[in-house]
């Protein structure tokens, strides 16, 4: 049976609330490697089978952006919701944000079924494309995350890029260090759209000291994946 989490809102983190780790924080990368590649890649496969039905014929075109945009409200409310930290953390004002996200994906998608509508897109281009919009639920994953902590009184954050993606507004967001929430150009709204995967760490209190910048720069990817591998035998925190 895999365990069961909590949300703490203090620290803004889940914690395991059964099985051997009962008690103990899940670790930021875990829950980023929940939402990445364990929750949207799953909901790429849900896409790409919609799209499989419209190609065999099975669906309508209309029937087909339906089903589409059914998956995609979904998959932005579960990614907000588990940005926020439990459906019962959600405001309406959460709700509003969520609805005006999914607004502007319908927006796109209606341009997607234009296109298909005149026919003038490859079967691999047009699931690349389907594809594509499961990856932006990522951005109201981090979205989530920065309502969170500045309405329970995390002031600053930074920028944490993951190595194996570095456009040059990511590299340069990183480099600006610790700045006021809400201040920099938000995951997902940059160069790399929706392939950006950096994240957010934030603090309380006091503008925190930089850390050495050659190591945050060089290494956060490979610390990154460090952590990932030692997270297994981490001791417990509190
Ligand atoms: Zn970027």
């Avoid at 969170?148 to 967001?173: K, T």
């Avoid at 700045?179 to 760490?201: F, Y």
Wanted: charged share 25%; with cysteine; proline share 2%.
């Amino acid at each position: 049976m895999s365990p069961t989490f909590a949300f703490d809102s203090s620290s803004q983190r889940f914690r395991y609330t059964s099985g051997a780790r009962n008690g103990e924080y899940v670790s930021q990368a875990k829950i980023k490697d929940i939402v990445d590649r364990e929750y949207i890649r799953s909901q790429k496969a849900v896409l790409g089978a919609i799209g499989d039905r419209l190609i065999s014929g099975e669906l309508e075109l209309a029937d087909w952006e339906v089903e589409v945009s059914q998956a995609l409200k979904t998959l932005h409310i579960n990614s907000y919701t588990l940005g926020k930290g439990g459906i019962e953390r959600l405001t309406p004002r959460d709700y509003g944000t969520i609805g005006a996200k999914v607004k502007r994906e319908y927006a796109y998608l209606r341009n997607f079924t234009n296109d298909v509508a005149t026919g003038e897109m490859s079967i691999a281009q047009f699931q690349n494309r389907l594809s594509m919009y499961a990856d932006t639920a990522f951005s109201t994953y981090q979205q989530a995350r920065v309502i969170s902590h500045r309405s329970d009184g995390f002031e600053w954050y930074r920028n944490i890029r993951n190595a194996s993606e570095s456009c040059s507004e990511c590299i340069s967001i990183s480099a600006q260090g610790w700045q006021q929430v809400g201040t920099l150009v938000a995951i997902g709204a940059r160069k790399c759209k929706g392939g950006d995967r950096c994240n957010w760490e934030f603090a309380k209190g006091d503008k925190p000291e930089e850390t050495n910048r050659f190591i945050t720069d060089f290494y956060a990817g490979w610390i990154g994946g460090l952590a990932l591998e030692q997270e297994e035998e981490r001791e417990p925190i509190s």
